[in-house]
């Protein structure tokens, strides 16, 4: 029998899954992430954690919990686990890739809609009694999605899922970057591999869909703002970080760009006071890119699956690659 604690809510027949395996589970069940002090000490006498990603997993954490043999990621990014460390202490680190791709790539999608075409905002002004502020004004409006130029930053399972509603569903021509060539992208989609000045000169939308490292960390500032057109919109549902957010502030004030959609922050859960305030600019949700019923089960079952092949002394199946 294993000690797993899981820091956050899991879908119960996921966890009834360890509970029927044999295991002794204890399940913070609580909406509101775990308090650091908190999490070292249920990690203390832990054989197995399943964590989320607002959960910092460190060096300091790994030392103090000595029986850990695996960390189970209940997300497909996994910036928040010090992988490097795990690997010192012999602790698997798995993550949960796919089952999430169509869902997030569907939010990015009704997030370059809800921006560009105002949604968000004629929401907002309809439940405020200001309906004639919008349709009768026949220049009151917002961007074509359809047949623009859609930049994916990030060509993996995500980029290319978005890609794929922009070509197919909106007749979009693609281009993207990324540091290796997506070949069956480029066949299926037309899609175009370009340098990343090239991209932010020629889109009408720029997507970032690149995990959070250290070479990615502010890769969109001030200078890659200025290349974008003055009609551009960025959509970014990959990682705050990504994103210099001061310089995405001032892009906004200055009109570098037209507006971003954003599904995540640099230092999240704060939200910089700037893009609230610029709404008629900014849509913005709070890390929601795979929160539907079905993927977040989908999402446990796979952390589920991890720990349970861990335990049992077989390899998990989602370990991450620098693991
Ligand atoms: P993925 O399949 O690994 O795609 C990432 C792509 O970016 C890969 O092609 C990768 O190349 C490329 N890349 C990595 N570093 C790069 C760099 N420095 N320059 C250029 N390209 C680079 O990952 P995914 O499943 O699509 O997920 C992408 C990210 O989305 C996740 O890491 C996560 O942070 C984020 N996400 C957010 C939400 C949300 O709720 N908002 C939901 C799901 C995912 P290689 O293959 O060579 O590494
Ligand atoms: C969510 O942010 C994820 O990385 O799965």
Not at 13 to 32: C, K, Q, Y
Not at 147 to 176: D, E, N, P, Q, S
Not at 224 to 229: A, D, G, W
């Amino acid at each position: 029998m294993a000690n797993i604690v899981i820091t956050g809510e899991l879908f119960a027949d996921a966890v009834d899954r360890l509970i029927h395996a044999g295991h002794s589970v204890i399940h913070r069940a609580e909406p509101s992430p775990i308090h650091r002090d908190e999490l070292l000490a249920a990690a203390r006498d832990a054989d197995a954690l399943i964590c989320l990603v607002s959960d910092r997993i460190d060096e300091q954490m790994l030392a103090r919990s000595p029986n850990l043999r695996i960390i189970a990621n209940v997300a497909v990014g996994y910036e928040n686990i010090d992988t490097e460390a795990a690997k010192r202490h012999g602790i698997s680190v798995t993550n949960t890739p796919d089952v999430l791709t169509e869902t997030t790539a569907d939010l990015t999608v009704g997030l370059m809609l809800a921006v560009a075409r105002q949604i968000a905002g004629g929401d907002r002004d309809v439940r405020a009694g200001r309906f004639g502020a919008w349709g009768l004004l026949p220049l009151r409006m917002g961007t074509d999605v359809h047949g623009k130029a859609l930049g994916i930053v990030g060509m993996g399972r995500i980029g290319t899922a978005v890609a794929r509603r922009g070509r197919f569903g909106f007749g979009m021509h693609v281009l993207y970057y990324d540091r290796g060539r997506n070949f069956p992208a480029e066949q299926e989609l037309g899609a175009v591999h370009v340098p990343l000045d090239r991209l932010l000169q020629q889109s009408d939308f720029v997507c970032i869909h690149v995990p959070l490292t250290p070479s990615t960390h502010h890769m969109f500032g001030a200078p890659q703002f200025r290349r974008m057109k003055r009609t551009a919109y960025l959509i970014n549902v990959a990682r705050g970080p990504i994103v210099d957010e001061e310089a995405l502030v001032e892009a906004l004030h200055a009109g570098w760009i037209a507006g971003a959609g954003l599904d995540v922050y640099e230092n999240e859960p704060s939200v910089h006071p700037a893009l609230i305030a610029l709404d008629n600019r900014t849509v913005l949700l709070p890390h929601i890119g795979s929160a539907t019923r079905e993927t977040r089960r989908a999402m446990a079952h796979i952390a589920v699956d991890n720990v349970l092949a861990q335990l049992s002394g077989r390899q998990p199946p989602n370990l991450v690659p620098d693991s």
